[in-house]
């Protein structure tokens, strides 16, 4: 018997409470081990999950309800903060500069990744739904930023509200392909989801911001309260979002904008970034290290390695070229573009998901939207960019703070 399966077989029999602490231990020890060794805390907890999870040592179980749980409330947090911390004025300064980049940020990684995977030879349906999963990005690097105290610097607050529109645009592309292929297309169906959208932003973001700004005002006295209200807000944002089959993730941002004026200095917020920090966002990171097989990996790079490569390389180049050319007509220094770069090129959760749902829709001939190449391709995807964004960031911000800083004494 092997150490590892010696290993395997010691941890396995662990009850649940003694798995529980371990996990604790993960998020106390791994953060300080990356930092030692100059890793983004996510990368190692990425890989922290990768190694404890259900392809490696299995001690964890994958889709165990309560860890799932708590990765999905991570995941909607880490938007949710993002809402929160950002500078309203200078938001509504840099809106259309949002809209510009998030518009850019998004087509030109879905026609490369298009063009890619249709000359390696898909159809034009798998080629553009390819393309729709490298459009969208996670901002795993945005941690990075807010430790640095770098979330309210003008390129950060374009990338929040460009992750908005990114998110949604690459959804409806991804919609409209699948009801395509599997035969369930209709104009109709793709209007009314657009006009739930053109509804719902106006919606959270004016009356949310009202109705929430009042029941938070009502209860800033009871700080408890005012905690269970705005996990509440967090919650109903989330469902409503996914109601109209967005992404959760931008309901939780425009609601953090939404109530960003209502919780600014309260203790009540202070504590929920406490909890999310240091147990539901690192819970997120473990448990999406738990859709990685390393062996899978290492197969498909040998035998997919140029559907892999093109997919990688069309998702660089796109978000580069988006990030230099909107960045330097916005005027921002070259730290500030490559951080930029940076922050939009992990691909994680979403890009899974939305990995998944085309490999479960089949067309009439029983064949399905992406086959098990694209399927490994796409973790190759999700694992280099995982790994490579964070790693860049935690590179490119510190000088965009330093450059800011700079200006601001001339």
């Known amino acids: 018997?092997?150490?590892?399966?010696?290993?395997?077989?010691?941890?396995?029999?662990?009850?649940?409470?003694?798995?529980?602490?371990?996990?604790?231990?993960?998020?106390?020890?791994?953060?300080?081990?990356?930092?030692?060794?100059?890793?983004?805390?996510?990368?190692?907890?990425?890989?922290?999950?990768?190694?404890?999870?259900?392809?490696?040592?299995?001690?964890f179980p994958p889709?165990?309800?309560?860890?799932?749980?708590?990765?999905?409330?991570?995941?909607?947090?880490?938007?949710?903060?993002?809402?929160?911390?950002i500078d309203l004025r200078l938001f509504r300064e840099n809106i259309y500069r949002s809209l510009s980049f998030g518009l850019v940020a998004t087509t030109l990684p879905l026609l490369l990744g298009t063009l890619v995977t249709f000359w390696l030879g898909y159809g034009l349906l798998p080629a553009i739904v390819a393309g729709s999963l490298v459009a969208s990005y996670t901002m795993l690097g945005s941690t990075i930023v807010a430790r640095l105290g770098a979330r309210n610097l003008e390129p950060m607050v374009v990338?929040?509200?460009?992750?908005?529109?990114?998110?949604t645009l690459s959804l409806l592309v991804f919609a409209v392909c699948v009801r395509l292929y599997a035969g369930d297309f209709s104009v109709s169906g793709i209007a009314i989801q657009v006009i739930e959208i053109i509804v719902f932003v106006p919606l959270v973001l004016l009356g949310l911001g009202r109705a929430g700004a009042w029941l938070l005002q009502r209860a800033e006295n009871e700080e408890e309260t005012y905690f269970i209200l705005m996990f509440g807000i967090l919650a109903v944002t989330a469902l409503l979002a996914e109601w109209i089959r967005l992404p959760g993730i931008v309901g939780t941002f425009l609601a953090g904008l939404a109530v960003n004026a209502s919780v600014k200095d309260k203790p009540a917020k202070g504590k929920l970034a406490f909890i999310g920090n240091t147990l539901?966002?690192?819970?997120?990171?473990?448990?999406?290290?738990?859709?990685?097989?390393?062996?899978?990996?290492?197969?498909?790079?040998?035998?997919?390695?140029?559907?892999?490569?093109?997919?990688?390389?069309?998702?660089?180049?796109?978000?580069?070229?988006?990030?230099?050319?909107?960045?330097?007509?916005?005027?921002?220094?070259?730290?500030?573009?490559?951080?930029?770069w940076s922050l939009t090129l992990p691909q994680v959760a979403a890009t899974l998901a939305a990995t998944l749902v085309a490999f479960k829709t089949f067309n009439?001939?029983?064949?399905?939207?992406?086959?098990?190449?694209?399927?490994?391709?796409?973790?190759?995807?999700?694992?280099?960019t995982a790994i490579l964004g964070p790693i860049l960031t935690q590179r490119f911000a510190p000088q965009m703070l330093r450059d800011s800083a700079s200006r601001k004494l001339k």
């Not at 590892?4 to 396995?12: G, K």
């Not at 990338?159 to 998110?167: E, K, L, Q, R």
């Open 280 to 340: 539901f966002i690192p819970i997120f990171f473990i448990v999406t290290g738990f859709l990685i097989d390393p062996m899978a990996l290492a197969r498909s790079i040998s035998q997919d390695f140029y559907l892999a490569a093109g997919i990688i390389g069309a998702l660089l180049l796109g978000k580069w070229i988006a990030a230099e050319s909107c960045g330097r007509a916005f005027g921002f220094t070259p730290a500030a573009r490559r951080t930029m």
């Open 63 to 85: 889709q165990h309800p309560i860890l799932q749980f708590f990765a999905e409330v991570g995941m909607l947090l880490l938007m949710f903060f993002a809402g929160l911390e």
């Open 364 to 384: 009439a001939a029983g064949q399905p939207l992406l086959d098990e190449r694209m399927l490994n391709a796409v973790l190759i995807v999700v694992l280099v």
């Open 159 to 167: 990338m929040n509200g460009a992750t908005m529109v990114s998110d």
């Open 1 to 59: 018997m092997s150490f590892l399966e010696y290993l395997h077989n010691a941890l396995a029999v662990l009850p649940t409470l003694a798995k529980f602490a371990l996990c604790m231990m993960l998020i106390v020890i791994i953060p300080r081990l990356s930092r030692r060794v100059g890793l983004p805390e996510a990368v190692g907890l990425l890989l922290s999950g990768v190694l404890f999870g259900q392809h490696v040592l299995d001690i």
